[in-house]
């Protein structure tokens, strides 16, 4: 059985940063491709980054150059650094597949950016 769990989300004023990370078992990260994708109230949950089987990564054009997606094979973690945060990127924030599977989707992490 796949179980994903995201952690290290918080409270951040405007410009700060925070380090996600998603947990695995079931699943080996490196062997998928991987995405973080967030969910703000009342919007529908968007992909804002990427990393593929091969390690390159993508990201959406609103987190471009203030994100960073990585994966730690030996730990079977993904990452998602985020910095310059905007209160426009309050949002829980889960990690799936990519494409995502309905039935891996996690808890999730709760970012809030406020001042």
């Known amino acids: 059985q796949v179980q994903l769990v995201e952690s290290g989300g918080g409270l951040v004023q405007p410009g700060g940063s925070l380090r996600l990370s998603c947990a695995g078992s079931?699943?080996?990260?490196?062997?998928?491709?991987m995405g973080w994708y967030r969910q703000a109230p009342g919007k529908q949950r968007e992909l804002v980054a990427a990393?593929?089987?091969?390690?390159?990564?993508n990201y959406a054009d609103s987190v471009k150059g203030r994100f960073t997606i990585s994966r730690d094979n030996a730990k079977n973690t993904v990452y998602l650094q985020m910095n310059g945060l905007k209160p426009e990127d309050t949002a829980v924030y889960y990690c799936?597949?990519?494409?995502?599977?309905?039935?891996?989707w996690g808890p999730g992490t709760q970012v809030t950016v406020s001042s």
């Open positions: 799936n597949i990519k494409p995502p599977w309905d039935g891996y």
């Open positions: 990393i593929s089987v091969s390690g390159s990564t």
């Open positions: 079931g699943i080996i990260f490196k062997n998928n491709h």
